[in-house]
């Protein structure tokens, strides 16, 4: 059976035995989402209030607002939020592989997450927009801006626009790619000047750099489990959110809305946590997660700081991976005969193909010792099998020269 065929025979209204087909299934969850338990049209409501929002007259028309302030002592699990508000550019700027940002002053920055009404298109709306930043107390403030009814996005989107001109960094989860593309196409549907652009944190991208070979998986749940020990109780899954505003525009009802609010609160307060667990990684970070540290610091080309990342997570337990990753970095340093040490260790210690390259390279170019690289070869080294045989036969002539110098030719005066 064709894949198309198996999932039409999938959604078929009976399995020819009577019992709860998947079609069943997908019915009843979306009744459950939708608020229609027995599948019947819902009757609209005379659409009061229930959620912490408050009508704010402004430019453009009304604005729903709600804001409030967490505590310094507050914490996402285990990780506290206080930190974030004495972020440096300069540290920071590394992790994100970013040099625009080593000069930012972040305690300007503004925290931003959206929940939209789907994944992309031009008729996607973000009805739902949560804003983070910290005030003079390091106190983390947060506001959030909700679209009741799609005539009142203008109102919305000034709000927005003030916030973020008023920032001088934009920090967000996976922002780059989606949130800040589709603000910035709200403002072009509403013929809107959009907000002046300014200096990015991906918190994604530099979850991914220091926690992917530990954790895998870098969502931001998963890096709230993981990383910060905070597991959310009764969180809407994101799939879940666009249905739950369609309902409420349907219905007037905003009960459903209620879980995708903490849910969005929830992202801002996380992405705090994180800059400021970012902000001093080497005091703060797992040990499992130290090398990815000096694996980025070396890609930023702070390769003072990645050796110290190297040796911390060496001393605490990183091994053979350890050493072969400082060794990579006393390369990139020039110091030939630190990599070769670290190398020859982590070669003692685990069984990795990259590591017998380097030192074949080492003991070709470096010690002149053919032999040995030769002997390391046939472990493997991960080349091709035209590599493989280019470096063997080359290895091989300088084995032989080494062996069989020949006349040595020497210059005399006429």
Same mark, same amino acid.
């Given at each position: ?5 198996a ?15 998947? /079609?069943?299934? /997908?019915?009843a ?10 599948g ?11 959620l912490p929002?408050?009508?704010v ?21 285990r990780?506290?939020v206080?930190?974030?508000a004495?972020?440096?550019?300069e540290?920071?700027s ?12 972040f305690?300007?920055a503004l925290?931003?997450d959206?929940?939209?009404?789907g994944?992309g298109g031009?008729?996607?709306v ?17 506001e ?6 799609p005539?009142?996005?203008r109102a919305l ?6 916030a973020?001109n ?16 589709l603000?910035r ?10 907000p ?8 994604l ?22 990383? /910060?020990?905070?597991?959310r109780v ?22 459903p809305l209620r879980?995708?609010?903490d849910?969005?609160?929830w ?17 703060? =970070? ?7 540290l000096?694996q ?6 702070a ?9 911390v ?23 030939r005969?630190a ?24 003991y ?6 053919p032999d040995k690289?030769?002997? =390391?070869?046939?472990a ?5 099998a =035209?590599?493989?045989?280019?470096r063997?036969?080359? /290895? ?10 020949g ?6 005066r006429?």
């Amino acid at each position: 059976m064709s894949s198309a065929a198996a999932s039409s025979a999938a959604l078929t209204d009976s399995d020819g035995t009577g019992g709860v087909t998947p /079609l069943d299934e /997908l019915r009843a969850r979306m009744a459950q989402i939708m608020g229609r338990a027995d599948g019947k049209p819902t009757q609209k409501t005379n659409g009061e209030n229930t959620l912490p929002f408050v009508r704010v007259e402004c430019e453009g028309g009304p604005l729903w607002q709600r804001r409030m302030a967490m505590e310094r002592s507050h914490h996402v699990g285990r990780v506290p939020v206080a930190p974030g508000a004495d972020a440096r550019g300069e540290i920071l700027s590394l992790l994100a592989l970013d040099g625009a940002l080593a000069s930012v002053d972040f305690s300007d920055a503004l925290y931003f997450d959206t929940e939209t009404t789907g994944l992309g298109g031009a008729g996607v709306v973000a009805f739902l927009v949560g804003l983070g930043s910290y005030d003079d107390a390091g106190c983390f403030e947060l506001e959030q801006l909700l679209l009741r009814s799609p005539g009142e996005e203008r109102a919305l989107l000034v709000r927005l626009r003030d916030a973020m001109n008023a920032a001088s960094v934009w920090i967000s989860f996976n922002g780059k790619s989606f949130d800040w593309p589709l603000i910035r196409g709200r403002y072009v549907m509403q013929r809107m000047k959009p907000p002046e652009q300014r200096p990015q944190l991906d918190l994604l991208h530099v979850s991914r750099r220091l926690h992917k070979a530990r954790i895998g998986r870098c969502n931001l749940k998963s890096v709230e489990s993981e990383i /910060l020990g905070f597991d959310r109780v009764g969180d809407i899954e994101g799939a879940d959110v666009a249905a739950c505003y369609t309902q409420f525009l349907r219905t007037g009802n905003d009960e459903p809305l209620r879980a995708v609010v903490d849910h969005n609160l929830w992202d801002v307060v996380s992405m705090g946590a994180l800059v400021g667990l970012y902000a001093e990684p080497l005091e703060r =970070l797992h040990d499992g997660d130290l090398l990815g540290l000096a694996q980025t610091l070396r890609r930023a080309g702070a390769l003072g700081r990645a050796q110290m990342a190297a040796t911390v997570a060496l001393t605490r337990g990183g091994g053979g991976e350890a050493l072969r990753v400082r060794g990579q970095i006393a390369k990139a340093r020039g110091d030939r005969a630190a990599a070769l040490a670290d190398f020859e260790s982590s070669s003692r210690q685990i069984d990795d193909p990259s590591v017998r390259l380097e030192l074949c390279k080492l003991y070709e170019h470096y010690v002149k010792q053919p032999d040995k690289a030769l002997a =390391l070869m046939d472990a493997g080294t991960g080349e091709d099998a =035209l590599a493989l045989q280019k470096r063997r036969d080359r /290895l091989r002539r300088k084995s032989e020269q080494q062996k069989n110098p020949g006349p040595v030719l020497r210059r005399t005066r006429g």
